[in-house]
């Protein structure tokens, strides 16, 4: 198995970015009015945008997961790849 930090990184990245554009749409929609809806509207309508604002949320906290478990998993097959250096250089220093 090959481990490739550049494209961790850059998924990284993208599931960053992903959190804070669903940030931006849940302060956006948590912002937006029913005003000038007719009054029949305006509950269904405001429902409507709190059922989105959730979603946003969600997808946000989900993104910001994705990334750290990324950061973390990227992190322990370094520290992983590291060790076993170690060991090798060890045993290439005993043998001698």
């Known amino acids: 198995m090959t481990y490739d930090p550049a494209s961790t990184n850059r998924l990284i990245a993208r599931w960053r970015t992903q959190a804070s554009q669903m940030r931006g749409a849940t302060e956006t929609l948590g912002e937006a009015t029913t005003g000038g809806l007719p009054s029949r509207a305006v509950g269904a309508a405001q429902i409507f945008l709190d059922m989105w604002e959730q ?26 790849d590291a060790e076993i250096a170690r060991r090798m250089n060890a045993l290439g220093s005993d043998a001698q």
Do not use: I, N
């Open 55 to 80: 979603s946003a949320r969600k997808a946000s906290v989900a993104a910001d997961v994705y990334a750290d478990e990324l950061t973390s998993t990227g992190t322990s097959y370094q520290s992983f």
